[in-house]
Protein backbone atom coordinates (compact mmCIF):
# COMPACT_ATOMS: atom_id res chain seq x y z
CA UNK A 1 0.00 0.00 0.00
CA UNK A 2 1.32 3.28 -0.79
CA UNK A 3 2.04 5.45 2.46
CA UNK A 4 0.14 8.17 3.88
CA UNK A 5 2.91 10.27 5.86
CA UNK A 6 6.64 10.96 5.47
CA UNK A 7 8.74 12.41 8.14
CA UNK A 8 11.53 14.63 6.36
CA UNK A 9 14.80 15.74 8.21
CA UNK A 10 15.76 18.79 6.95
CA UNK A 11 14.30 22.01 5.23
CA UNK A 12 17.18 22.31 2.54
CA UNK A 13 16.46 22.24 -1.53
CA UNK A 14 15.81 18.44 -1.43
CA UNK A 15 13.36 18.59 2.04
CA UNK A 16 11.40 21.40 0.81
CA UNK A 17 11.16 19.96 -2.60
CA UNK A 18 9.92 16.27 -1.15
CA UNK A 19 7.62 18.33 1.01
CA UNK A 20 5.72 19.34 -1.86
CA UNK A 21 6.36 16.66 -4.09
CA UNK A 22 4.99 14.46 -1.67
CA UNK A 23 1.71 16.92 -1.31
CA UNK A 24 1.34 16.94 -5.10
CA UNK A 25 0.47 12.88 -4.56
CA UNK A 26 -1.80 13.43 -1.08
CA UNK A 27 1.02 12.20 0.67
CA UNK A 28 1.50 14.39 4.22
CA UNK A 29 4.90 15.35 4.90
CA UNK A 30 6.02 16.73 8.09
CA UNK A 31 9.52 18.75 8.15
CA UNK A 32 12.22 18.98 10.66
CA UNK A 33 15.16 21.36 10.19
CA UNK A 34 17.16 22.11 13.27
CA UNK A 35 17.56 25.84 12.27
CA UNK A 36 15.31 27.96 14.38
CA UNK A 37 14.98 30.04 10.70
CA UNK A 38 15.73 29.67 7.41
CA UNK A 39 18.03 32.69 6.97
CA UNK A 40 20.08 33.89 4.08
CA UNK A 41 22.66 31.35 3.83
CA UNK A 42 24.86 30.17 1.20
CA UNK A 43 25.64 32.33 -2.05
CA UNK A 44 24.49 31.63 -6.19
CA UNK A 45 22.77 28.68 -7.86
CA UNK A 46 22.32 27.82 -11.31
CA UNK A 47 18.81 25.92 -11.75
CA UNK A 48 18.87 24.64 -14.99
CA UNK A 49 16.49 23.21 -16.94
CA UNK A 50 16.00 19.50 -15.67
CA UNK A 51 15.49 21.14 -12.42
CA UNK A 52 13.41 24.16 -13.59
CA UNK A 53 10.83 22.24 -14.85
CA UNK A 54 10.06 20.59 -11.96
CA UNK A 55 9.60 23.91 -10.37
CA UNK A 56 7.36 24.18 -12.50
CA UNK A 57 5.19 21.44 -12.35
CA UNK A 58 5.37 22.20 -8.60
CA UNK A 59 4.24 25.43 -8.94
CA UNK A 60 7.36 27.32 -7.54
CA UNK A 61 9.23 28.61 -10.86
CA UNK A 62 6.38 31.70 -11.31
CA UNK A 63 7.79 32.90 -8.16
CA UNK A 64 11.54 32.52 -9.08
CA UNK A 65 11.51 34.06 -12.98
CA UNK A 66 10.73 37.67 -12.24
CA UNK A 67 13.90 37.96 -9.90
CA UNK A 68 15.97 35.59 -11.59
CA UNK A 69 19.12 35.86 -14.44
CA UNK A 70 18.36 34.10 -17.28
CA UNK A 71 21.86 34.09 -18.85
CA UNK A 72 22.90 34.56 -22.48
CA UNK A 73 25.42 31.74 -22.05
CA UNK A 74 27.64 29.90 -20.01
CA UNK A 75 31.58 31.14 -21.32
CA UNK A 76 34.36 29.52 -20.77
CA UNK A 77 37.40 31.85 -20.82
CA UNK A 78 40.98 31.95 -19.61
CA UNK A 79 41.73 33.34 -16.54
CA UNK A 80 45.24 35.28 -17.99
CA UNK A 81 44.18 36.48 -21.35
CA UNK A 82 40.50 36.69 -20.60
CA UNK A 83 40.43 35.10 -24.58
CA UNK A 84 36.90 33.38 -24.94
CA UNK A 85 37.23 29.89 -25.16
CA UNK A 86 34.29 27.89 -25.45
CA UNK A 87 30.33 29.35 -24.96
CA UNK A 88 27.05 27.36 -24.47
CA UNK A 89 24.30 29.20 -25.26
CA UNK A 90 21.52 29.53 -22.63
CA UNK A 91 18.82 32.31 -22.67
CA UNK A 92 15.72 31.19 -25.28
CA UNK A 93 17.78 28.55 -26.82
CA UNK A 94 18.01 26.76 -23.44
CA UNK A 95 13.76 27.05 -22.86
CA UNK A 96 13.50 25.83 -26.88
CA UNK A 97 16.79 22.45 -26.22
CA UNK A 98 15.73 21.32 -23.17
CA UNK A 99 11.38 22.47 -22.93
CA UNK A 100 12.13 24.53 -19.60
CA UNK A 101 14.36 27.99 -18.63
CA UNK A 102 18.13 27.89 -16.91
CA UNK A 103 18.46 30.56 -14.16
CA UNK A 104 20.68 32.01 -11.50
CA UNK A 105 19.29 32.95 -8.41
CA UNK A 106 20.34 33.43 -4.63
CA UNK A 107 20.27 30.17 -3.12
CA UNK A 108 18.15 31.93 -0.31
CA UNK A 109 15.51 32.94 -2.99
CA UNK A 110 15.29 29.31 -4.05
CA UNK A 111 14.53 28.16 -0.54
CA UNK A 112 12.15 30.93 0.27
CA UNK A 113 10.11 30.40 -3.12
CA UNK A 114 9.92 26.21 -1.81
CA UNK A 115 9.26 27.08 1.86
CA UNK A 116 6.42 29.78 0.60
CA UNK A 117 4.69 26.53 -1.44
CA UNK A 118 5.16 24.71 1.93
CA UNK A 119 3.79 26.84 4.18
CA UNK A 120 0.51 27.15 2.17
CA UNK A 121 -0.29 23.56 1.26
CA UNK A 122 -2.26 21.76 4.07
CA UNK A 123 -0.59 18.38 3.48
CA UNK A 124 3.11 20.44 4.39
CA UNK A 125 3.96 20.66 8.40
CA UNK A 126 7.14 22.54 8.70
CA UNK A 127 9.20 22.55 12.68
CA UNK A 128 11.62 24.66 12.87
CA UNK A 129 14.95 24.09 15.37
CA UNK A 130 13.94 21.05 15.96
CA UNK A 131 17.30 19.28 15.47
CA UNK A 132 17.17 15.33 14.67
CA UNK A 133 19.28 12.88 16.76
CA UNK A 134 18.78 9.80 14.20
CA UNK A 135 20.88 7.22 16.01
CA UNK A 136 18.22 4.85 16.32
CA UNK A 137 14.52 4.80 14.83
CA UNK A 138 12.61 4.61 17.74
CA UNK A 139 14.00 7.61 19.66
CA UNK A 140 13.50 9.28 16.31
CA UNK A 141 9.98 7.60 16.15
CA UNK A 142 9.34 9.53 19.72
CA UNK A 143 10.55 12.70 18.55
CA UNK A 144 8.26 13.07 15.45
CA UNK A 145 5.39 12.05 17.46
CA UNK A 146 4.16 9.37 15.40
CA UNK A 147 5.12 6.40 13.54
CA UNK A 148 5.64 8.08 9.99
CA UNK A 149 5.55 5.89 7.15
CA UNK A 150 8.42 6.70 5.61
CA UNK A 151 12.00 8.85 6.81
CA UNK A 152 13.51 10.88 4.34
CA UNK A 153 17.21 11.78 5.44
CA UNK A 154 17.35 15.29 3.79
CA UNK A 155 19.56 16.59 6.07
CA UNK A 156 22.89 17.48 3.77
CA UNK A 157 26.73 16.11 3.83
CA UNK A 158 26.80 15.87 7.04
CA UNK A 159 23.50 13.60 7.47
CA UNK A 160 23.04 11.64 10.78
CA UNK A 161 19.95 10.07 9.17
CA UNK A 162 23.05 7.94 7.57
CA UNK A 163 23.21 5.96 10.74
CA UNK A 164 20.36 4.42 10.22
CA UNK A 165 21.35 3.33 6.95
CA UNK A 166 23.43 -0.14 6.76
CA UNK A 167 26.17 0.45 4.38
CA UNK A 168 25.49 4.14 3.79
CA UNK A 169 27.46 6.73 2.35
CA UNK A 170 30.57 8.57 4.17
CA UNK A 171 31.84 12.04 3.95
CA UNK A 172 35.33 12.74 2.69
CA UNK A 173 37.11 15.76 2.06
CA UNK A 174 37.42 15.94 -1.67
CA UNK A 175 40.69 17.72 -1.61
CA UNK A 176 39.38 21.45 -3.20
CA UNK A 177 37.97 24.37 -1.62
CA UNK A 178 35.63 26.99 -2.95
CA UNK A 179 36.08 30.06 -1.72
CA UNK A 180 32.83 32.71 -1.98
CA UNK A 181 32.09 36.17 -2.32
CA UNK A 182 29.32 38.36 -3.93
CA UNK A 183 30.47 42.04 -4.94
CA UNK A 184 28.02 45.06 -5.40
CA UNK A 185 27.12 45.29 -9.06
CA UNK A 186 28.53 48.67 -9.11
CA UNK A 187 31.68 47.88 -7.61
CA UNK A 188 32.37 44.81 -9.92
CA UNK A 189 35.55 45.10 -12.34
CA UNK A 190 34.80 45.16 -15.90
CA UNK A 191 35.93 41.73 -16.56
CA UNK A 192 32.91 40.41 -15.31
CA UNK A 193 30.46 39.24 -17.27
CA UNK A 194 26.45 41.22 -16.74
CA UNK A 195 24.46 38.86 -18.92
CA UNK A 196 25.74 35.36 -18.91
CA UNK A 197 27.43 32.70 -16.45
CA UNK A 198 31.52 32.70 -16.85
CA UNK A 199 34.36 30.19 -15.95
CA UNK A 200 37.61 31.66 -15.88
CA UNK A 201 40.48 29.20 -16.25
CA UNK A 202 44.09 28.71 -15.03
CA UNK A 203 46.14 25.92 -13.95
CA UNK A 204 44.82 24.58 -10.75
CA UNK A 205 42.33 26.70 -10.18
CA UNK A 206 39.30 28.61 -11.83
CA UNK A 207 36.85 31.08 -11.06
CA UNK A 208 32.80 31.20 -11.67
CA UNK A 209 30.85 34.63 -11.82
CA UNK A 210 27.20 35.78 -12.72
CA UNK A 211 24.99 38.21 -11.53
CA UNK A 212 22.34 37.52 -8.96
CA UNK A 213 19.88 40.08 -10.25
CA UNK A 214 17.89 40.02 -7.32
CA UNK A 215 20.94 41.31 -5.00
CA UNK A 216 22.28 43.91 -8.06
CA UNK A 217 25.33 41.79 -6.87
CA UNK A 218 27.92 39.13 -8.47
CA UNK A 219 28.10 36.13 -7.30
CA UNK A 220 32.01 34.86 -7.07
CA UNK A 221 33.08 31.55 -6.41
CA UNK A 222 37.06 31.00 -6.78
CA UNK A 223 38.11 27.24 -7.02
CA UNK A 224 41.38 25.51 -5.68
CA UNK A 225 42.76 22.14 -4.63
CA UNK A 226 44.05 22.94 -0.60
CA UNK A 227 43.98 20.68 2.32
CA UNK A 228 41.58 21.49 5.09
CA UNK A 229 40.40 19.74 8.39
CA UNK A 230 37.17 22.21 8.90
CA UNK A 231 33.85 21.10 8.63
CA UNK A 232 32.45 24.80 8.50
CA UNK A 233 30.69 26.11 5.93
CA UNK A 234 30.90 30.07 5.62
CA UNK A 235 33.83 30.38 7.60
CA UNK A 236 36.34 33.20 7.18
CA UNK A 237 39.24 31.67 6.55
CA UNK A 238 42.69 32.14 8.24
CA UNK A 239 45.67 34.49 6.54
CA UNK A 240 47.42 31.14 5.61
CA UNK A 241 44.81 29.87 3.77
CA UNK A 242 44.05 33.77 2.01
CA UNK A 243 48.08 33.56 0.96
CA UNK A 244 47.48 30.06 -0.22
CA UNK A 245 44.09 31.20 -2.33
CA UNK A 246 46.22 34.23 -3.91
CA UNK A 247 49.04 31.97 -5.00
CA UNK A 248 46.76 29.88 -6.76
CA UNK A 249 45.87 33.15 -8.71
CA UNK A 250 49.11 34.27 -9.29
CA UNK A 251 49.70 34.96 -13.34
CA UNK A 252 45.91 35.67 -13.56
CA UNK A 253 44.43 38.50 -15.40
CA UNK A 254 45.68 42.05 -12.71
CA UNK A 255 41.74 42.65 -12.43
CA UNK A 256 40.19 39.45 -11.22
CA UNK A 257 43.46 39.14 -8.96
CA UNK A 258 42.94 42.66 -7.17
CA UNK A 259 39.40 41.95 -7.28
CA UNK A 260 40.32 38.25 -4.74
CA UNK A 261 42.76 40.50 -2.69
CA UNK A 262 40.09 43.25 -1.67
CA UNK A 263 37.54 40.61 -0.53
CA UNK A 264 37.93 40.93 3.20
CA UNK A 265 34.34 39.23 3.19
CA UNK A 266 35.30 35.94 1.39
CA UNK A 267 34.05 32.71 3.10
CA UNK A 268 35.79 29.60 3.11
CA UNK A 269 33.70 26.18 2.23
CA UNK A 270 35.88 22.81 2.27
CA UNK A 271 34.24 20.72 -0.57
CA UNK A 272 33.50 17.21 0.95
CA UNK A 273 31.64 14.41 -1.15
CA UNK A 274 29.69 11.26 -0.20
CA UNK A 275 31.03 7.80 -1.24
CA UNK A 276 29.17 5.62 -2.79
CA UNK A 277 26.83 3.58 -0.10
CA UNK A 278 23.04 2.20 -0.22
CA UNK A 279 20.61 5.11 -0.29
CA UNK A 280 17.75 3.16 2.05
CA UNK A 281 17.06 0.39 4.92
CA UNK A 282 15.01 -2.08 2.97
CA UNK A 283 12.45 -0.71 5.03
CA UNK A 284 11.62 2.49 5.91
CA UNK A 285 14.37 5.05 5.78
CA UNK A 286 15.79 6.94 2.46
CA UNK A 287 18.87 9.36 1.88
CA UNK A 288 17.80 12.03 -1.24
CA UNK A 289 19.89 14.93 -1.80
CA UNK A 290 23.55 15.33 -0.31
CA UNK A 291 22.64 13.22 2.44
CA UNK A 292 23.02 10.65 0.05
CA UNK A 293 25.17 11.52 -3.41
CA UNK A 294 27.12 15.50 -1.73
CA UNK A 295 28.86 15.98 -5.13
CA UNK A 296 31.29 18.54 -6.68
CA UNK A 297 29.89 21.78 -7.56
CA UNK A 298 31.57 21.76 -10.86
CA UNK A 299 28.99 20.36 -13.37
CA UNK A 300 27.12 23.07 -10.79
CA UNK A 301 23.93 19.91 -10.43
CA UNK A 302 23.90 19.89 -6.02
CA UNK A 303 20.86 21.56 -6.08
CA UNK A 304 19.02 20.52 -9.47
CA UNK A 305 19.96 16.26 -8.28
CA UNK A 306 18.29 17.29 -4.96
CA UNK A 307 15.73 18.47 -7.14
CA UNK A 308 14.88 15.39 -8.71
CA UNK A 309 15.64 12.71 -6.51
CA UNK A 310 12.40 14.40 -4.47
CA UNK A 311 10.46 14.41 -6.97
CA UNK A 312 10.87 11.09 -8.46
CA UNK A 313 11.26 9.44 -4.49
CA UNK A 314 7.61 11.23 -4.19
CA UNK A 315 6.18 10.08 -7.40
CA UNK A 316 7.61 6.30 -6.84
CA UNK A 317 6.31 5.61 -2.75
CA UNK A 318 2.62 7.11 -3.99
CA UNK A 319 2.71 4.60 -6.28
CA UNK A 320 3.65 1.36 -5.41
CA UNK A 321 4.71 -0.94 -2.39
CA UNK A 322 7.15 0.82 0.20
CA UNK A 323 9.75 -1.54 0.08
CA UNK A 324 9.51 -1.77 -3.66
CA UNK A 325 9.82 2.28 -4.28
CA UNK A 326 12.70 2.39 -2.18
CA UNK A 327 14.52 0.05 -4.74
CA UNK A 328 13.41 0.85 -7.77
CA UNK A 329 14.39 4.77 -6.50
CA UNK A 330 17.90 3.78 -5.27
CA UNK A 331 18.68 1.62 -8.82
CA UNK A 332 16.81 4.16 -11.28
CA UNK A 333 19.11 7.28 -9.59
CA UNK A 334 22.47 5.69 -8.77
CA UNK A 335 23.35 5.54 -12.58
CA UNK A 336 22.10 8.84 -13.35
CA UNK A 337 24.08 10.19 -10.15
CA UNK A 338 27.30 8.18 -10.92
CA UNK A 339 27.33 10.35 -14.52
CA UNK A 340 27.08 12.71 -13.36
CA UNK A 341 29.71 13.04 -10.94
CA UNK A 342 32.13 11.37 -13.82
CA UNK A 343 30.93 15.10 -15.71
CA UNK A 344 32.21 17.22 -12.68
CA UNK A 345 35.27 15.49 -12.31
CA UNK A 346 36.04 15.54 -15.84
CA UNK A 347 35.04 19.27 -15.99
CA UNK A 348 37.51 19.51 -13.28
CA UNK A 349 40.61 17.78 -15.14
CA UNK A 350 39.60 19.81 -18.12
CA UNK A 351 39.27 23.34 -16.48
CA UNK A 352 42.64 23.66 -14.10
CA UNK A 353 44.45 21.54 -16.78
CA UNK A 354 48.14 23.17 -17.37
CA UNK A 355 50.74 22.90 -20.35
CA UNK A 356 50.15 20.88 -23.20
CA UNK A 357 46.99 19.17 -21.89
CA UNK A 358 45.67 22.91 -21.71
CA UNK A 359 46.36 23.58 -24.88
CA UNK A 360 45.24 20.63 -26.58
CA UNK A 361 41.85 21.50 -24.52
CA UNK A 362 41.87 25.01 -25.78
CA UNK A 363 42.38 24.09 -29.42
CA UNK A 364 39.35 21.24 -29.10
CA UNK A 365 36.83 23.64 -27.80
CA UNK A 366 37.45 26.28 -29.90
CA UNK A 367 36.53 24.14 -32.91
CA UNK A 368 33.41 23.06 -31.80
CA UNK A 369 30.37 24.80 -32.35
CA UNK A 370 28.31 26.50 -29.44
CA UNK A 371 25.69 23.52 -30.91
CA UNK A 372 27.36 21.05 -30.37
CA UNK A 373 28.57 22.00 -27.11
CA UNK A 374 25.13 21.95 -26.35
CA UNK A 375 24.49 18.69 -27.48
CA UNK A 376 27.07 17.10 -24.59
CA UNK A 377 24.54 18.28 -22.16
CA UNK A 378 21.11 16.91 -23.41
CA UNK A 379 21.45 14.21 -21.25
CA UNK A 380 21.78 16.32 -18.15
CA UNK A 381 19.08 19.23 -19.13
CA UNK A 382 16.99 17.78 -21.48
CA UNK A 383 16.20 14.83 -18.71
CA UNK A 384 11.77 14.63 -17.80
CA UNK A 385 11.96 13.24 -14.09
CA UNK A 386 9.44 10.31 -13.11
CA UNK A 387 6.80 12.48 -10.66
C1 LIG B 1 24.02 26.66 4.29
C2 LIG B 1 24.16 26.11 2.92
C3 LIG B 1 24.46 26.95 1.85
C4 LIG B 1 24.64 26.43 0.57
N1 LIG B 1 24.93 27.28 -0.46
C5 LIG B 1 25.12 26.81 -1.70
C6 LIG B 1 25.38 27.68 -2.76
O1 LIG B 1 25.47 28.87 -2.57
N2 LIG B 1 25.57 27.18 -4.01
C7 LIG B 1 25.48 25.83 -4.25
O2 LIG B 1 25.66 25.40 -5.41
N3 LIG B 1 25.23 24.98 -3.26
C8 LIG B 1 25.04 25.43 -1.99
N4 LIG B 1 24.78 24.60 -0.99
C9 LIG B 1 24.73 23.19 -1.36
C10 LIG B 1 23.50 22.93 -2.14
O3 LIG B 1 22.46 23.69 -1.58
C11 LIG B 1 23.27 21.42 -2.08
O4 LIG B 1 24.16 20.71 -2.93
C12 LIG B 1 21.94 21.07 -2.55
O5 LIG B 1 21.06 22.12 -2.43
C13 LIG B 1 21.50 19.84 -1.80
O6 LIG B 1 20.68 20.27 -0.79
P1 LIG B 1 20.18 19.35 0.35
O7 LIG B 1 18.82 19.83 0.66
O8 LIG B 1 20.42 17.92 0.03
O9 LIG B 1 21.16 19.68 1.56
P2 LIG B 1 21.40 21.03 2.34
O10 LIG B 1 21.19 22.20 1.46
O11 LIG B 1 22.70 20.86 3.01
O12 LIG B 1 20.23 21.07 3.43
C14 LIG B 1 20.21 20.21 4.55
C15 LIG B 1 19.29 20.77 5.60
O13 LIG B 1 19.19 19.84 6.67
C16 LIG B 1 19.30 20.51 7.90
N5 LIG B 1 19.81 19.54 8.91
C17 LIG B 1 21.04 18.98 8.94
N6 LIG B 1 21.13 18.13 9.98
C18 LIG B 1 19.94 18.15 10.60
C19 LIG B 1 19.42 17.47 11.75
N7 LIG B 1 20.14 16.59 12.46
N8 LIG B 1 18.14 17.72 12.13
C20 LIG B 1 17.37 18.60 11.42
N9 LIG B 1 17.82 19.27 10.33
C21 LIG B 1 19.08 19.05 9.92
C22 LIG B 1 20.28 21.66 7.59
O14 LIG B 1 20.18 22.69 8.54
C23 LIG B 1 19.83 22.08 6.20
O15 LIG B 1 18.79 23.03 6.25
C24 LIG B 1 24.54 25.05 0.32
C25 LIG B 1 24.19 24.22 1.40
C26 LIG B 1 23.99 24.76 2.68
C27 LIG B 1 23.58 23.89 3.86
Redesign the pocket.
Known sequence: MPIKTAAI?????????AALALARHGVRAVI????EA?TE??????ISPNASRILNTLGVLDALQPVWLEPKEVRLVSGSSLRLIASVPCGSFARERWGSPYGAV??ATLQKALLDAVMTNPLCTLHLG?????TNKQALDATIGEEADLIIG????????RTLVPDGPSPHFSGNIAW?FTIPEALASRVLDRTSVTAFLGPSAHLVSYPIKENAAF?I?ANISGSSASHD??AAGTKAQREHLLSRFSGWNDNIRTMLEQQEKATFWPLYEASAGRWHNGKDVIL?????H??M?FA?Q??A???E?AFELAGMVASRPLIEALDLFEKHRTPRIARLRQRAAFNHFAYHARGPVRMARDLVLSMRPPQSLAADLDWVYGYHAIG
Open positions: IGAGIAGLTFEQALVGAGLQHRQPIDAADGVWSKVRNVWNIGDAAAMPAGAMAID
